[in-house]
């Protein structure tokens, strides 16, 4: 009788489990330490029924969305920063759009050792560069991107 109920409550554990997903809370913060974003994020779900992977690669490009509260002149700042493709072989392409009078100062990587592999240093009036990739390792790196007005944001790219 042990047996049998030990055997059941572990098949039903284990059928209950194959359902369940990862989540995981991100936040972001301005340089004064104020929470500007808060999201869920799933770890392990299935893709969409109308998206397309293929069996060799699938690549997801990480796109960051920031409203940020300037209370000194009482406005909303909007920033979209998009690095794609994520996972890469090749090359990067981040893409930015900021509001006027404000431009990406400078995009540096760094290897997951703290070692720094590019750095980049945009005209104020590009919205976008391709950073080369093909010498670099297999591994996760940290862009870090500074703003005009000393604002950071940071995203994480594996290279395959």
């Known amino acids: 009788m042990n047996k049998t109920l030990f055997r059941f409550?572990?098949?039903?554990?284990?059928?209950?489990?194959?359902?369940?997903?990862?989540?995981?809370?991100?936040?972001?913060?301005?340089?004064?330490?104020?929470q500007t974003k808060r999201e869920w994020v799933c770890i392990n779900c299935p893709l969409p029924r109308n998206a397309v992977a293929s069996s060799s690669e699938t690549s997801i490009p990480v796109k960051v969305e920031m409203k940020l509260a300037d209370t000194a002149k009482r406005t909303v700042v909007k920033r979209t920063i998009i690095a794609s493709p994520n996972p890469l072989l090749e090359n990067l392409n981040v893409n930015w759009e900021t509001e006027s009078g404000i431009?990406?100062?400078?995009?540096?990587?760094?290897?997951?050792?703290?070692?720094?592999?590019?750095?980049?240093?945009?005209?104020?009036?590009?919205?976008?560069?391709?950073?080369?990739?093909?010498?670099?390792?297999?591994?996760?790196?940290?862009?870090?991107?500074?703003?005009?007005?000393?604002?950071?944001?940071?995203?994480?790219?594996?290279?395959?």
Not at 15 to 30: E, M, P, R
Not at 126 to 139: E, K, M, R, S
């Open 9 to 34: 409550f572990t098949t039903s554990l284990l059928l209950l489990s194959t359902g369940v997903f990862a989540q995981q809370l991100n936040f972001s913060y301005d340089e004064a330490g104020n």
């Open 103 to 160: 431009s990406v100062k400078s995009i540096s990587v760094f290897a997951i050792n703290g070692m720094r592999t590019h750095e980049v240093k945009p005209s104020p009036n590009q919205n976008g560069v391709t950073l080369p990739f093909q010498q670099l390792a297999t591994g996760m790196y940290i862009l870090y991107i500074t703003f005009s007005d000393q604002r950071k944001e940071s995203i994480k790219v594996i290279k395959k």
